[in-house]
Every structure is written in structure tokens, then in C-alpha cells.
């Protein structure tokens, strides 16, 4: 529980400073990593939340001050999942590896003076990598993030001077890259 939870919000004219009464959040964390063998390696984090503002009067609403209490603060993921596989394997003298990893948020509002259906976010990302590691102290990791290009907003606001127009900034698209790491 947090007493007096203060809410930063952009308005499209300036920031509005709240204190809601108080927020609560009950929820369950689970984190596992299980070696099959020495080749492998498979992880899984999950939290389950269940937020709500137990009070919250005069909240940013998305029709100006309101009520909030009883409601789901906006941002936060009820369910959230990441899992990986990663596969270790030599290659000729190098220590190799291959990795996939999936991350999964169930639906949220991305803030409260937003309407969800213009600023909602579900994630559901797939990043790999793969990675060679030399005894003279060399790694090279090409690596993809978001390799099927899911897209949602990491936040938004009304736009500014501009009312029932409102901005956001999405998330990194589909990525690419190598990491090259010298250890001595």
C-alpha cells in the first residue's frame, strides 16, 4: 500500500501534481531457471498483479478531474511474462551459443487522461541472439529485438493547446546489431 501515491500528469497545457489518498497492489512473482543438461538453459519470469487506487478523488481523468478510486492505475500490466531458451554448443575451438527469448504484457491503459482505445499497450516481443566466444578473449553476439516489429505505446499525452488530439511515443521497432567485446 502506498498513502499518499503522487500522480505527475501532462495535460496538453502543463503538468497536474495529484495526491491520490492511497494505491494498492497485491500480486505473486514467480522466477525459475532450469539446466536440462549443460547445453541448455531455460528461464521464466511471471508477476501477476492486481493494482487499484483506493483513493483517488480529483485524479487526471481522460474528461478532466474525476473520481479514480476503485479503478486500475494506467501503466501497469496485470500479467507479465518472459521466458527464454538459450542453447550453449562449441564451434571448432569457440564456445557458442544460440538464445530466444519471449516477452509477453497483457493489455493495459498506457496513462489515465488518455482514452485506452487511442493508448493501449500489449506486448508481445520476440528477441535472439547468437553468440561465439574465442580463448583469447573475443565475442562477437549478433543479435534481433523485436523481431516480428510488435508495436504499442511506451506513453502518450494530450497534445498540446490542441484538445481531443493527443501524442504518444511507441515503442523500438524490429532491431538489428552485433556486439563485439574484447576481455583481457
Not at 493489455?107 to 516481443?125: G, L
Request: no cysteine; hydrophobic share 40%.
Amino acid at each position: 500500500q502506498i498513502k499518499g501515491f503522487q500522480s505527475n500528469i501532462f495535460t496538453g497545457t502543463g503538468f497536474v501534481l495529484s495526491n491520490a489518498g492511497e494505491q494498492s497492489t497485491k500480486g505473486i512473482e514467480v522466477d525459475a531457471m532450469w539446466l536440462p543438461t549443460e547445453a541448455w538453459k531455460l528461464t521464466f519470469a511471471s508477476t501477476w498483479l492486481d493494482p487499484k487506487y483506493d483513493s483517488f478523488v480529483g485524479g487526471e481523468g481522460v474528461d478532466g478531474p474525476e473520481d479514480l478510486s476503485g479503478t486500475t492505475p494506467a501503466g501497469i500490466h496485470k500479467l507479465t511474462i518472459d521466458t527464454s531458451a538459450t542453447y550453449y554448443f562449441p564451434l571448432g575451438s569457440t564456445e557458442s551459443f544460440v538464445r530466444a527469448e519471449y516477452i509477453y504484457a497483457d493489455k493495459i491503459q498506457v496513462i489515465e487522461n488518455v482514452p485506452a482505445d487511442i493508448a493501449s499497450a500489449k506486448i508481445s516481443t520476440f528477441n535472439a541472439s547468437l553468440g561465439f566466444g574465442w580463448s583469447n578473449g573475443l565475442e562477437l553476439i549478433l543479435w534481433g529485438r523485436n523481431l516480428f516489429n510488435d508495436e504499442w505505446l511506451l506513453s502518450a499525452f494530450p497534445a498540446t493547446a490542441q484538445p481531443g488530439s493527443y501524442s504518444g511515443y511507441p515503442n523500438q521497432p524490429r532491431t538489428y546489431g552485433a556486439t563485439l567485446r574484447w576481455n583481457f
